[in-house]
């Protein structure tokens, strides 16, 4: 079985499934932050598969800063998946969608908004952390 079909399998119950040579690593933390968690605590993600509940451009630029090489989405936003094939790499997804949309449904994810007009995932990195910042010192 390949790492991302153990990934998708492993989904069930987490927000993402990391994996490679077999071995998973998984969060329950919602949007943008497993990722960037993983990447912010210096985890290794080179070669790895992911299967992950919503990946929006956000998402899909910090993958390819990790280096994860095969991503499945429940759901894919347009913006995430050109983010993937300007990179190259495999993806599989269940629902595509225009846009990742906020927790609220009231507006676009407030994520997938401060990456629009970036395609580089290490400006992307940088935008995201202010942004969670920005978040949790309103919280």
């Given amino acids: 079985m390949t790492d991302l079909k153990i990934a998708k399998k492993n989904l069930s119950g987490h927000t993402i499934?990391?994996?490679?040579?077999?071995?998973?690593?998984y969060s329950v933390r919602r949007g943008i932050s497993p990722i960037m968690g993983f990447i912010e605590s210096g985890v290794d993600l080179r070669g790895y598969s992911v299967a992950d509940v919503v990946v929006g451009k956000a998402a899909?630029?910090?993958f390819v800063k990790s280096g994860i090489t095969h991503v499945y989405a429940k759901t894919?936003?347009?913006?995430?998946?050109?983010?993937?094939?300007?990179?190259?790499?495999?993806?599989?997804y269940g629902i595509l969608t225009e846009r990742i949309i906020n927790r609220e449904?009231?507006?676009?994810?407030?994520?997938?908004?401060?990456?629009?007009?970036?395609?580089?995932?290490?400006e992307a990195y940088?935008?995201?952390?202010?942004?969670l910042a920005e978040i949790k010192s309103h919280n």
Avoid: Q, W
Wanted: charged letters at 30%; proline letters at 4%; aromatic letters at 6%.
């Fill in 17 to 25: 499934c990391l994996c490679k040579d077999g071995e998973c690593i």
């Fill in 60 to 62: 899909a630029l910090m």
């Fill in 76 to 92: 894919l936003s347009e913006y995430g998946k050109r983010i993937l094939e300007l990179y190259g790499l495999h993806y599989e």
């Fill in 105 to 122: 449904g009231t507006d676009v994810c407030p994520m997938e908004k401060a990456v629009m007009d970036t395609d580089n995932p290490e």
């Fill in 126 to 131: 940088a935008v995201l952390k202010n942004k």
